[in-house]
């Protein structure tokens, strides 16, 4: 029987070949309904959509899923990125966007990105760009030069600009891959 995991990926992978799908396992369903790729929670209904006749594939997301996270994550894998805000039916929308060879796709919530900062501070203090953690902005990759936290926002300083962020609001960020020598 196929995981969640599994099954979420063959959606993904079909969706992006823009290949049909028809997968269950005891809590989701992925099948092609009407030129659409849906992913159906047994509990929540439809949970995750994609159009097989656009020429760029999108997937459509709902952001109180309880898979939510799970689809986020496998979409990242595939450079799939969340784009702009939650439109009036309560999905997020992901588009393809290409990521910078040695470097790792996270999209989480503020949060995640101060804690990873915290591993990377010290390299910001050297001596040149720090090029250990992006912030995408403009649909461009920005390094990270600095990161502060007041009064429940997160400041991101880059090359030029400070981004103000809520701390439990999503932020798309690269991390380098590290060497595993």
Same mark, same amino acid.
């Given at each position: 029987?196929?995981?969640?995991?599994?099954?979420?990926?063959?959606?993904?992978?079909?969706?992006?070949?823009?290949?049909?799908?028809?997968?269950?396992?005891?809590?989701?369903?992925?099948?092609?309904?009407?030129?659409?790729?849906?992913?159906?929670?047994?509990?929540?209904?439809?949970?995750?959509?994609?159009?097989?006749?656009?020429?760029?594939?999108?997937?459509?997301?709902?952001?109180?899923?309880?898979?939510?996270?799970?689809?986020?994550?496998?979409?990242?894998?595939?450079?799939? /990125? #969340?784009?702009?805000?939650? @439109? &009036?039916?309560?999905?997020? $929308?992901?588009?393809?966007?290409?990521?910078?060879?040695? %470097?790792?796709?996270?999209?989480?919530?503020?949060?995640?990105?101060?804690?990873?900062?915290?591993?990377?501070?010290?390299?910001?203090?050297?001596?040149?760009?720090?090029?250990? /953690? #992006?912030?995408?902005?403009? @649909? &461009?990759?920005?390094?990270? $030069?600095?990161?502060?936290?007041?009064?429940?926002?997160? %400041?991101?300083?880059?090359?030029?600009?400070?981004?103000?962020?809520?701390?439990?609001?999503?932020?798309?960020?690269?991390?380098?891959?590290?060497?595993?020598?």
């Amino acid at each position: 029987m196929l995981s969640s995991l599994d099954l979420i990926q063959e959606f993904v992978q079909s969706s992006i070949q823009k290949k049909d799908v028809l997968l269950s396992n005891p809590s989701l369903t992925a099948q092609t309904v009407y030129g659409s790729n849906q992913l159906t929670a047994k509990t929540e209904g439809v949970i995750a959509t994609s159009k097989l006749n656009h020429t760029a594939s999108e997937f459509w997301v709902h952001a109180n899923s309880s898979h939510w996270e799970l689809i986020n994550e496998v979409l990242a894998t595939h450079s799939y /990125l #969340l784009k702009g805000e939650i @439109d &009036s039916r309560g999905f997020y $929308r992901y588009q393809y966007c290409q990521v910078p060879k040695g %470097y790792k796709v996270q999209c989480t919530k503020s949060v995640m990105l101060w804690r990873a900062w915290w591993k990377y501070r010290k390299n910001a203090l050297r001596p040149g760009i720090p090029l250990d /953690l #992006l912030i995408q902005k403009r @649909d &461009s990759w920005y390094p990270v $030069r600095d990161l502060t936290i007041s009064d429940g926002l997160l %400041y991101i300083k880059t090359l030029g600009s400070e981004i103000a962020i809520h701390s439990d609001d999503l932020v798309i960020w690269l991390s380098k891959i590290e060497d595993s020598k």
